[in-house]
């Protein structure tokens, strides 16, 4: 399981179940950051081979669904969704394969490397992304503020639905990966106090940020650039932390409760 019920800051509006469905028997890299010697190196221990692709798999994991779920398969751009029937929820599973993202290569035995997964939307756009990392990275940070980070970020999404629904940001600016990358780069001592004074510490902290310097959660990726799938847009994110602002402004000190 993947997203917010594999990383437990899933909230009641959250209807869908992540899951995220690899195989190891092929992968994928990304050597740009090797010296040329080490290039060499990684091509002598892993020559080439096409006997089998993301596409073969992902066809392969679609048939399989198919057999199993019948007419609840449908598949999308990204994931293949699996209509909910009785106590069974809704899912989207999605397909991947092993990506690695080396940072040294002395040989096959001893590689710096981060392994995450990818993945190919149907227009062909490639997305890589490291799960493992990010759910890793988010249980430290809760750990870490004495269990106030997950709540946190339950609020901060609770809050970005109560905006969509009362006209204040448009769907789709800021998803739930984002928040949890963005919170994750507050201080830990933001997180302490009661919900409003947790709510005004993180935005502070964040608000005076560079924002060219925030991280993904899984710590490997910017969280804010132009021209990545994987970042946040530049002018989401400012959206989004200018509305949040506002509708905290005129809404939050008048209720006695922040919706977790």
């Known amino acids: 399981m993947q997203g917010s019920y ?16 690899a195989t190891g028997s092929m992968f994928y890299f990304d050597i740009d950051a090797l010296p040329e010697v080490e290039k060499g190196k990684f091509h002598a221990s892993f020559p080439a081979a096409d006997t089998y692709s993301y596409a073969d798999f992902k066809k392969e994991v679609t048939a399989w669904l198919t057999s199993k779920f019948g007419s609840s398969v449908k598949p999308g751009t990204k994931a293949i969704f699996i209509e909910g029937n009785g106590n069974r929820r809704d899912s989207d ?18 590689p710096s490397v981060a392994k995450g997964i990818v993945f190919w939307k149907t227009d062909g756009t490639k ?43 448009e769907d789709g600016i800021a998803p739930s990966y984002y928040i949890e ?3 994750s780069n507050a201080a830990d001592y933001c997180f ?15 608000r005076q940020s560079n924002r060219e310097h925030l991280m993904c959660a899984n710590g490997i990726h910017w969280l804010v650039r132009d021209g990545a799938q994987i970042c946040w847009s530049v002018a989401n994110f400012n959206t989004f932390m200018a509305a949040v602002q506002t509708f905290w402004d005129e809404n939050g000190g008048k209720r006695k409760t922040i919706w977790l």
């Open 6 to 21: 594999g990383n437990d800051t899933n909230i009641w509006a959250d209807s869908d179940v992540d899951i995220v469905l």
């Open 192 to 206: 302490s106090g009661t919900l409003q004074e947790m709510f005004n510490a993180c935005m502070n902290h964040l």
């Open 127 to 169: 997305i890589v992304n490291f799960p493992k990392q990010h759910s890793a990275n988010c249980t430290t940070k809760h750990q870490a503020t004495n269990h106030r980070f997950k709540p946190a970020v339950r609020m901060f999404k609770n809050m970005r639905n109560k905006m969509i629904d009362d006209g204040y940001l």
């Open 181 to 183: 990358g963005l919170l």
């Open 93 to 110: 599973v999605l397909p991947a394969a092993e990506f690695r993202h080396y940072f040294g290569f002395k040989d096959a035995a001893n």
